[in-house]
């Protein structure tokens, strides 16, 4: 009686440890086949691959402005002895000395953000105000370029924040206090890892005004991408050219808008 109690006994305790690795070693296999598959795009914020930081704090980050003018309050040389990237030599050849110091290559018709070419290596998704729904045709058409996920999933919000590092991406409307400004983006950056975009379009020109607000939006997306702005005027038909007239769209990226994100993404 003893013997058999004890040898139950024995049996379950052996059952149950088979069991349970059984059980540990399947959930961990899972777990492995769960990270085969997924791609640095897959990654959300709060969980990322080996080394990149993603809650960067904001003093570790560079913040840029990219500013779209409306082309009646175009900026003009400011002789500074400064070439900045609204100037141009043919145009400024005060500040932009032929073959200075000038990054922006003119002769292709494309720009990035940085010079370490910073740009998004996982994925995330945005929030756009009511009225901005073209956002997600913008994206299709940056993410179809690059033939990588830049840009996530769209959501619909309001009161967004602009200019505002809180870890979301926001596209809103708003008054921006400078004068003659169609759209703003801030893209905060550090390396080759952009953290985060608020793009803001004036609230002085849209919803409803005499510039097309789905061309500027698919611009500014492109600044979000980290891509620069353009400012000779060999590449005014660019969807990143940095002037907009009134009436003029620009929906469809052009070969050149199209290289330069490939060479960003590749
Ligand atoms: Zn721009």
């Not at 980050?61 to 070439?83: E, G, H, Q, S, W």
């Not at 979301?168 to 708003?174: A, E, F, R, Y």
């Not at 400004?181 to 905060?188: H, M, Q, S």
Request: glycine share 8%; net charge negative; proline share 3%.
């Amino acid at each position: 009686m003893k013997k058999t109690r004890l040898i139950t006994l024995f049996t379950v305790i052996v059952s149950v440890t088979v069991l349970s690795v059984g059980m540990a070693m399947a959930l961990s296999l899972n777990q492995e086949t769960e990270k085969e598959k997924r791609t640095v795009e897959n990654y959300k914020r709060d969980e990322m691959p080996n080394g990149i930081i993603k809650n960067k704090p904001e003093n570790e980050l560079t913040k840029v402005l990219f500013i779209r003018y409306a082309p009646d309050v175009k900026m003009v040389c400011d002789n500074d002895n400064v070439c900045e990237k609204k100037e141009n030599p043919k145009s400024c050849p005060n500040d932009c000395k032929q073959g200075g110091d000038k990054d922006q290559i003119t002769n292709s018709c494309y720009d990035f953000l940085s010079k370490s070419k910073s740009k998004w290596n996982w994925t995330e998704d945005y929030y756009y105000e009511t009225g901005l729904e073209y956002s997600n045709n913008s994206v299709t058409k940056w993410n179809n370029a690059a033939q990588t996920m830049i840009f996530g999933d769209g959501n619909n919000e309001d009161n967004l924040d602009w200019g505002v590092y809180d870890n979301k991406n926001s596209i809103s409307l708003g008054n921006y206090p400078e004068e003659g400004v169609l759209g703003v983006t801030a893209v905060w950056y550090q390396g080759k890892n952009i953290y985060e975009y608020d793009i803001l379009f004036d609230t002085d020109y849209f919803p409803f005004g005499s510039h097309d607000l789905d061309t500027v939006i698919l611009h500014e997306f492109g600044h979000a991408a980290g891509m620069g702005d353009l400012y000779d005027t060999t590449c005014i038909s660019e969807v990143m050219y940095g002037y907009l007239g009134e009436g003029e769209v620009k929906t469809d990226l052009t070969d050149n808008d199209i290289t330069g994100i490939k060479k960003l993404y590749k």
